[in-house]
């Protein structure tokens, strides 16, 4: 099975400044001769379901904020909010669909400070 | 609307079986591959089974082989998980979520709004 592991556990950051989630899996989830790597990002807010955010790794779901990127490749994958929201404070998930057993990070609960 | 609207779940003894549905609307069901994730309270995801959308490939994490059965029925766009000899440790928020393509290999871009299923004596 695939391992991802989520840094840091938990982060506060101050309305307006940036914050940085990092996803690392315990095998390379890139597909060379597609050059896709099959990872995502979730967003899940208190009672409420999973949200896609970012898929293959940085294409942006329609409708989701500019503000929310997505980078790296092979087994090391970041999620940054540029500019945080009071609307952004969440869990975050990171997912790796490369191969079953699909799995998910831990996740990253993200606050206000 | 297009949307993932669940039903079922709720208390069971350890043993017991539960059926869960999650039924699709605002678009062509059968042209996409569905899942099973559960979340424990307080936990994160735990993905639990996938099925094609065409119901001929089903795949199931090794915590509920066995046990958990995943189907679909495209004529009334409905996702099915049959849940027998329930565990304590299957206590947890089960959600159906839709895979971006029929192939599989995709993020879960629609999520069901979730059902607890609490297992206990």
């Known amino acids: 099975d695939i391992v991802m592991t989520q840094s840091p556990d938990s982060l506060a950051v101050s309305l307006g400044e940036r914050a940085t989630i990092n996803c690392k899996s315990s095998?390379?989830?890139?597909?060379?001769?597609?050059?896709?790597?099959?990872l995502a990002w979730y967003q899940q807010k208190p009672g409420q379901p999973p949200k896609l955010l970012i898929y293959?790794?940085?294409t942006r779901e329609p409708g989701v904020p500019d503000r929310f990127s997505g980078s790296g490749s092979g087994t090391d994958f970041t999620l940054t909010i540029s500019s945080l929201q009071a609307e952004d404070v969440a869990v975050y998930y990171c997912h790796q669909y490369y191969s079953i057993p699909w799995t998910f990070g831990q996740g990253t609960q993200v606050e206000i400070k | 609307e297009v949307q993932l609207l669940q039903s079922g779940g709720g208390l069971e003894h350890p043993g017991g079986s539960l059926r869960l549905s999650c039924a699709a609307s605002g678009f062509t069901f059968s042209n996409y591959a569905m899942n099973w994730v559960r979340q424990a309270p307080g936990k994160g995801l735990e993905w639990v089974s996938f099925i094609t959308g065409g119901g001929g490939v089903t795949h199931y994490a090794d915590s509920v082989k066995g046990r958990f059965t995943i189907s679909r029925d495209n004529s009334n766009s409905i996702l099915y998980l049959q849940m027998k000899t329930l565990r304590a440790e299957d206590t947890a928020v089960y959600f159906c979520?839709?895979?971006?393509?029929?192939?599989?290999?995709?993020?879960?871009?629609?999520w069901g709004q979730g059902t607890m299923v609490t297992v206990s004596s």
């Open positions: 979520a839709k895979c971006e393509s029929n192939n599989g290999n995709d993020a879960l871009d629609m």
């Open positions: 293959w790794a940085s």
């Open positions: 095998q390379s989830v890139l597909y060379s001769s597609k050059n896709n790597n099959y």
